[in-house]
Nanobody, 121 residues
Framework: QVQLVESGGGLVQPGGSLRLSCAAS????????MGWYRQAPGKQRELVAA???????NYADSVKGRFTISRDSAKNTVYLQMNSLKPEDTAVYYC???????????????WGQGTQVTVSS
């Protein structure tokens, strides 16, 4: 019902930047919170950043001051600008959207397929 397509991952050197995008499509009635999570090998998936429909943001302590989340509600798209990247930022990054659809008006979480971010020299 809701499809998420992520893009922007890749290999970058320490100190570099990347911008992730996640576009939601399908039969969408409304989108509430949009967010990014990441999972490194052998670790649990963790919240990186989230943004509400009103524009309030929340960040993991480890990325504050380096990452910026934003959204374009007209395009149903969320972005994650990642600056000053560190090797410990290496992980698969997943987009999550909390949305309602005409056939399911209860807010439901939808996940993207993930995009690999590797920070290495």
């Amino acid at each position: 019902q809701v499809q998420l397509v992520e893009s922007g991952g890749g290999l970058v050197q320490p100190g570099g930047s990347l911008r992730l995008s996640c576009a939601a499509s399908g039969s969408i009635f409304s989108i509430n919170t949009m967010g990014w999570y990441r999972q490194a090998p052998g670790k649990q998936r963790e919240l990186v950043a989230a943004i509400t429909s009103g524009g309030n943001t929340n960040y993991a302590d480890s990325v504050k001051g380096r990452f910026t989340i934003s959204r374009d509600s007209a395009k149903n798209t969320v972005y994650l600008q990642m600056n000053s990247l560190k090797p410990e930022d290496t992980a698969v990054y997943y987009c999550k959207v909390n949305a309602r659809t005409p056939s399911r008006m209860i807010p439901t979480d939808y996940w993207g397929q993930g995009t690999q971010v590797t920070v290495s020299s």
